[in-house]
Structures are given as structure tokens and as C-alpha cells.
């Protein structure tokens, strides 16, 4: 659902962010709720990159917001 929201209402870097962390949130429930565990290291590093990522746009975005305000 929130995915859904976001593709209506947001602009297409924030879709691709939100596609990413659907598919790590996914994995890491699937562990949680099944038991599943079967984390490669390609997984751990992509999962890391995608959630690096995120918080760096968001750092960004935050900022550049600010700076507009102030001015």
C-alpha cells in the first residue's frame, strides 16, 4: 500500500528508493516470520548499498530543503 502511494505521488528517484526497501523489508520478514535465512554475501552487500543510499538522499534532501528556506 504505501508503495502504491509513493509511485502516485512522488518523483521517480523516490519510487526507485521505496521499490528497494520493499524488496530488503521483504527478505528481512521472511526471515523473521519463516525462518527463511539465506543471506548471500551479494545480498548483505546490496541490502547495504540500498540502505546507504536511502539515507543519503535523504540527508540531501533534508539539507537542500533547509538551505531554500533560509534564503
Known amino acids: ?3 502504491a502511494a509513493t509511485m ?3 518523483d521517480n528517484i ?3 528508493f521505496s521499490t528497494s526497501i520493499s524488496m530488503v523489508v521483504s527478505c528481512l520478514l521472511s526471515y523473521i516470520l519463516l525462518g527463511d535465512l539465506n ?3 551479494n545480498f548483505v ?3 547495504s548499498v540500498i540502505i546507504l543510499a536511502t539515507v543519503v538522499y535523504a540527508r540531501a534532501s533534508t ?3 533547509q538551505r531554500s528556506t533560509q534564503k
Open 1 to 3: 500500500m504505501i508503495v
Open 8 to 10: 502516485k505521488y512522488a
Open 14 to 16: 523516490l519510487k526507485t
Open 39 to 41: 543471506l548471500t554475501p
Open 45 to 47: 552487500l546490496g541490502a
Open 63 to 65: 539539507h537542500h530543503q
